[in-house]
């Protein structure tokens, strides 16, 4: 296991409540190695609008990863989901999820992520269930051929209507029948909706590709009260060597968070996992 931050790209217009550290983007770069992040979970707004060359060669001079491709400032600047009660928005949706895939591949992402992005399905009208299990499917085609995977984030209830445990996420990997078609566990929701941090990790485990950070509260880990120590032991249990990305609220400021984060996460992994390790 390794740790990453998430960071806006540079043509994301405003600051992302969820994305950490201040400054241009070499200077967020250079703040995650200097804190000791391995990776940076990249929130894409439109990568027409970027030179995936570019980007990905700052990375790598920063020392870092690239642990995933999120499509969060897909909702949150621009409003487009992949089901919605507009049908000329669900194919702009699925074409921005198509670019986000190029752009994925071409910085040496591994997967690309799908929470609020999926959209509502009380919201999107008639046959809404159907026309995303099917739009999910057609996303998980256009990534594996790209040598991606798709992970799907189970959200709270408050947050969305559509899969809200690892469970129910599960029930839906076997529904969409995907090989590049996964899961991304979330420790804010997981807080909010189960019963159960280790079962849940354990039944997601199959597929769990991708994990996000943040306590109870969403505040950086230590100022709530999720059990991160529970939580990081069932995924050593299960073998999971991949990403922990940090994606919190930005507060009392986005460098603060950050270094909180780090800080708080070395010394709970030398405890409950041994310290990081390769990710895969």
């Known amino acids: 296991m390794k740790l990453a931050?998430?960071?806006?790209?540079?043509?994301?217009?405003?600051?992302?409540?969820?994305?950490?550290?201040?400054?241009?983007?070499?200077?967020?770069?250079?703040?995650a190695a200097q804190w000791g992040y391995a990776g940076v979970?990249?929130?894409?707004?439109?990568?027409?609008?970027?030179?995936?060359?570019?980007?990905?060669?700052?990375?790598?001079?920063?020392?870092?990863?690239?642990?995933?491709?999120?499509?969060?400032?897909?909702?949150l600047v621009d409003g487009l989901t992949?089901?919605?009660?507009?049908?000329?928005?669900?194919?702009?949706?699925?074409?921005?999820?198509?670019?986000?895939a190029d752009f994925a591949a071409a910085v040496g992402a591994p997967l690309v992520t799908i929470g609020s992005f999926r959209g509502r399905l009380g919201q999107a009208g008639e046959g809404a269930r159907q026309r995303l299990i099917a739009r999910l499917r057609d996303c998980a085609e256009y990534a594996g051929r790209r040598g991606l995977r798709v992970a799907l984030e189970p959200l709270n209830r408050y947050e969305a209507d559509f899969i809200h445990t690892a469970?129910?996420?599960?029930?839906?990997?076997?529904?969409?029948a995907h090989p590049a078609f996964g899961l991304l566990l979330d420790t804010f929701h997981m807080n909010i909706e189960e019963a159960s941090v280790r079962r849940a990790v354990h039944t997601a485990a199959p597929r769990l590709w991708h994990v996000h950070l943040g306590d109870s509260n969403?505040?950086?880990p230590g100022?709530?009260?999720?059990?991160f120590g529970r939580m990081l032991r069932a995924l050593v249990e299960v073998g999971y060597d991949?990403?922990?990305?940090?994606?919190?609220?930005?507060?009392?400021?986005?460098?603060?968070?950050?270094?909180q984060t780090a800080l708080a996460m070395r010394r709970l992994m030398c405890r409950y996992a041994g310290g990081e390790r390769g990710a895969s």
């Open 41 to 75: 979970e990249l929130m894409v707004r439109d990568p027409t609008e970027l030179d995936a060359g570019a980007i990905g060669r700052a990375i790598r001079e920063a020392g870092l990863q690239v642990a995933a491709i999120g499509t969060g400032a897909q909702f």
């Open 223 to 227: 100022k709530g009260h999720f059990a």
């Open 82 to 100: 992949l089901v919605s009660a507009d049908a000329g928005a669900e194919q702009k949706a699925f074409e921005r999820f198509c670019a986000l």
């Open 242 to 259: 991949r990403f922990l990305s940090a994606e919190l609220l930005a507060q009392p400021d986005p460098d603060t968070a950050g270094i």
């Open 167 to 176: 469970a129910e996420g599960m029930a839906l990997v076997e529904e969409i």
């Open 218 to 220: 969403r505040l950086p």
């Open 5 to 31: 931050v998430t960071l806006t790209t540079p043509e994301v217009p405003r600051a992302v409540p969820v994305a950490l550290f201040a400054g241009s983007f070499p200077e967020r770069l250079a703040k």
